[in-house]
């Protein structure tokens, strides 16, 4: 699934709208951005219809779920097949609030969760674009290309580049500085 | 020797440097067809570090580094304008990366 149409992928990356030369690449470079996304803020960004996430040896009052914001929660069923229906969701935050206290060897949620094509906030693909152009721009070359961080010309100067954090050595020094900035505030609302 | 990807994306940023770092500056030729092109050019004065060049051209020498993108051919006698001062060439000397031949290095005795 794309963050926004692929249409408007290709016009990113320099292509004509209707050019699908480079769609194998477009695709990978998104699902590779929104996975490193998933990873560094430990929640699922991308809308999946009916999407099943089971819970082990669980006790607690929620159920923070992984991917969100939730649409619609079609059931929740624990191992012994008994129906949970007394429950609240906070809908942006991703969490099944149960009205009484669960102590389940095994429950099922079954839900409608994620952003849809052309429904991601703004700043979450100002975000993308950051890992995406990165991720696309690495495309054919080796893991360990260089990044060009500044470069000097005798007699004319020196001009230094953001390198997005590529020489960041920090657990996200995956992602763009900026990128990272922006996912810490949707990082996964754990309870 | 550099992969040609980068070796082109280093041409491209020291390429860069000269248009965010450099002067406008107007190239007349001197020879005929006597064409003139306005360019953005790195423009130097020689500091401690270029006692040489001093010497060999005096104080009030300048340095001009001109994209090979930008002229193909620049030779002595060539004159480079920046602002309301003309320079007129007195050396050549190219610059490299690899095979490729990427700038004019430009010496001139001064205005």
Known sequence: ????????????????????????????????????????????????????????????????????????????????????????????????????????????????????????????????????????????????????????VQDVGTVRFDTGGANDSSGAAYLPTSAAAILDNYKRYKC | MLTPELRQQIQNATENVVDTLGVPTIWRQTKDPQATKEIVAGFKSPSWADQEIINAYGIGSKIFTIKVADIAIVEKFDRLTVLDEEYTIDVVMPVHLNGVHLFHKAISKGK
Do not use: W
């Open chain 1, 1 to 152: 699934m794309l963050p926004v149409s692929v249409e408007t992928l290709r016009v990113r990356v320099g292509l004509d709208s209707s050019d699908a030369s480079r769609d194998d690449d477009i695709n990978y470079a998104s699902e590779l951005s929104l996975s490193l996304m998933g990873n560094y803020c430990d929640r699922l960004f991308p809308e999946e219809a009916d999407y099943e996430e089971i819970f082990t040896h669980k006790r607690g009052m929620s159920l923070s779920l992984i991917r969100y914001p939730i649409t619609v929660v079609t059931s929740i069923i624990d191992s012994n097949g008994t129906v949970v229906s007394a429950y609240h969701t906070a809908a942006k935050r991703g969490i099944v609030n149960l009205d009484a206290y669960g102590c389940f060897h095994e429950v099922t949620v079954i839900y409608t969760g994620g952003y849809v094509e052309g429904g991601f906030p703004a700043d979450l693909l100002s975000a993308f674009y950051g890992i995406f152009d990165q991720e696309f721009a690495a495309i054919g070359t080796s893991s360990s290309s260089a990044v060009i961080s500044s470069v000097t």
